[in-house]
Structures are given as structure tokens and as C-alpha cells.
């Protein structure tokens, strides 16, 4: 099972703001970089955030990262109807020698 | 345009073995780390396994050790996925994925299915 703990699913109008909180441990978020995830419906992942809070050329400044301790967070301002999708946190984690996913936040657009 | 194609997934019986490839093109292959990330139909991510440039440092999930062998040909730009002795909870589609240093994933293919069953 995930390691790391998200909300099951997220909403709002469009042109507002959701957050999707990352919830982890000193292993994992604590002390390594966290990175995001967005799944179009029927599609690969994507890189969204990474190194906590950078952006890949191609990803509007409409999504942001921060990490704070153990928790990571994905914020999104000017919520479009193309953003609904899945939301997944990743980082490594130092005990487990492997990488970790957080159990996925569907966002749903009003 | 950097790429990843993945193939050889299919239908095979518990107990059986099949053998997933990846070629990778548009960049230096040689330089990253790549990895296996799966999902099971309707379920989220899964990390299954990681291998270094060199094929120097490999590690497995827990799910998948001793039964998975990740290797790679970086003369050829291709990484594999070697599984044996699947199971029904092995079914997922299983997608090839560039690291970005350290360690997130830049880049991903769009997915072999592999289904188990009898």
C-alpha cells in the first residue's frame, strides 16, 4: 500500500484555488524531495513539480509545490476544466531504498 | 522529441514469464537512471524498480523482488523488465520512466498491459 497519504478527491469552480496536501514521514518527505504527478483521464503521468517546488519548462505557473517537514503540497490557482485529472505525490524513501507514491487525489472541476 | 516506447506486455497464465522492453530515443540514454512504475487497473502508482546509468545501483519493490530483473543496453538505448512466477496481482499497465536527478520522474512512456490470468 502507499506510503505517503493524500485526499481522496478535491473540487472547486473554476477559477479558484485547490490544494492537495502529501503526508509522509522523516524517511521519505522529511528528507528528500517531493515531486507531483498529473494523470489526464486514459493517459500517462506527467511531470508537474519537482525538487519540491520547481516547475518543468511547459507547466503553467498555475501550479506551484512547497514542502514543509514531512508534508509535501500541490496548490493550483485558476482552476480549468482540462485540469481535472489525478494528482500523485512521489519522493524517495531512505528505509525502503525505493521510491514512494502517495495514494492519488482525483480533482474535480464544478 | 525524447521518447520512450514500451513493448511485450500481453495475457499470460499465473506462474508464466514475459519480458517487457522500453527503447528510448531523442536523448543520451546513457546519462539517466530509468525506471519501472506500474498500475493496476482502477488503482494509482506503484514504483516496481530502478536502475542507475551504469546498471551500477538496482533496487526492486518488495512486490516484485526475486521475482523482477531490471536491466538495460545502453549501447542498444533500452531498458527491460525481466518477470517470472507473475501473478494475478501482477496485472497493470506498466510504464518505462526517465529519471530527472535525483530523483524524480521526468519522463514516461505511455504503458504496456500486462494481464495475468488463467
Known amino acids: 500500500q502507499s506510503v505517503l497519504t493524500q485526499p481522496p478527491s478535491v473540487s472547486a469552480a473554476p477559477g479558484q484555488k485547490v490544494t492537495i496536501s502529501c503526508s509522509g514521514s522523516s524517511s521519505n518527505i522529511g528528507n528528500n524531495y517531493v515531486s507531483w504527478y498529473q494523470q489526464l483521464p486514459g493517459t500517462a503521468p506527467k511531470l508537474l513539480i519537482y525538487?519540491?517546488?520547481k516547475r518543468p519548462s511547459g507547466i503553467p505557473d498555475r501550479f506551484s509545490g512547497s514542502k514543509s517537514g514531512t508534508s509535501g503540497t500541490l496548490g493550483i490557482t485558476g482552476l480549468q476544466t482540462g485540469d481535472e485529472a489525478d494528482y500523485y505525490c512521489?519522493?524517495?524513501?531512505?528505509?525502503?531504498?525505493?521510491?514512494?507514491f502517495g495514494t492519488g487525489t482525483k480533482v474535480t472541476v464544478l | 522529441e525524447v521518447q520512450l516506447v514500451e513493448s511485450g506486455g500481453g495475457l499470460v497464465k499465473p506462474g508464466g514469464s514475459l519480458r517487457l522492453s522500453c527503447a528510448a530515443s531523442?536523448?543520451?540514454?546513457?546519462?539517466?537512471?530509468m525506471n519501472w512504475v506500474r498500475q493496476a487497473p482502477g488503482k494509482g502508482l506503484e514504483w516496481v524498480s530502478t536502475?542507475?546509468?551504469?546498471?551500477?545501483?538496482?533496487y526492486y519493490a518488495d512486490s516484485v523482488k526475486g521475482r523482477f530483473t531490471i536491466s538495460r543496453d545502453n549501447a542498444g538505448n533500452s531498458l527491460y523488465l525481466q518477470m517470472n512466477s507473475l501473478r494475478a496481482e501482477d496485472t497493470a499497465v506498466y510504464y518505462c520512466?526517465?529519471?530527472?536527478?535525483?530523483?524524480?520522474?521526468?519522463?514516461w512512456g505511455h504503458g504496456t498491459t500486462v494481464t495475468v490470468s488463467s
Open positions: 531523442g536523448f543520451t540514454f546513457t546519462n539517466y537512471g
Open positions: 520512466v526517465r529519471i530527472l536527478q535525483p530523483s524524480a520522474m521526468g519522463v
Open positions: 525538487d519540491n517546488n
Open positions: 536502475i542507475t546509468s551504469t546498471s551500477g545501483h538496482i
Open positions: 512521489a519522493t524517495w524513501d531512505s528505509s525502503l531504498s525505493g521510491y514512494v
